[in-house]
């Protein structure tokens, strides 16, 4: 390698790390959120827009990792849930309008269910990795601190994760129901 190409390499490298060192202590205040808009692009910033605090967004934290993920489907699906459970639940009938308004076909039923249970399933397989390279980093750490802050961080991903497969599980038992209850009616 050239003396000249050398030090290129070497001020780009030193650049490099400048401007990550920058961003990290200009970022070490707190955490940073990730959502994507309506047309599919990505974005990152320090606050939520207004039109994303009730939608589909990730919490990171210093590090750029994912701390917490908030799933608009899901809560829609839970809080539905909530008021069914409630004593002011719609009747039989009410529930039986609502379906057949909802849905033309089975075809429609089951892929609504799919698709709810493929978000589910994405956040599932991202908990998961997140968990591995956890207990990855805490398998390679000798610093007591970082294995303290590690194992909390592979608590609160496991919390998440039997959360997501719980949901799953109570996604899959109401479109079924609803399946099945919509056969009932239309047959």
Known sequence: MEPHARCRSVILGTLTLLIGAAGTVAHAGGDSYRWVDDEGNV???????????????SRLDASGEVIE???ATLRAVDEVAEEQAGEDAPSQNER???????????????????????????????IERRIDQLEERLAQTDDAEREAHLNERLATQQQALDDYRERRDTIATRFNADLQRFRELTQ
Not at 43 to 57: A, E, I, K, M, N
Not at 97 to 126: C, H, K, N, P, Y
């Open 43 to 57: 974005h990152y910033g320090d606050s939520l827009p207004p039109t994303v605090r009730g939608g589909s967004h």
């Open 69 to 71: 993920t908030f799933d």
């Open 96 to 126: 039986d309008r609502i379906l057949l308004q909802s849905f033309a076909t089975e075809r429609d039923i089951i892929m609504t269910r799919d698709d709810r249970l493929a978000g589910v399933d994405i956040q599932i397989t991202l």
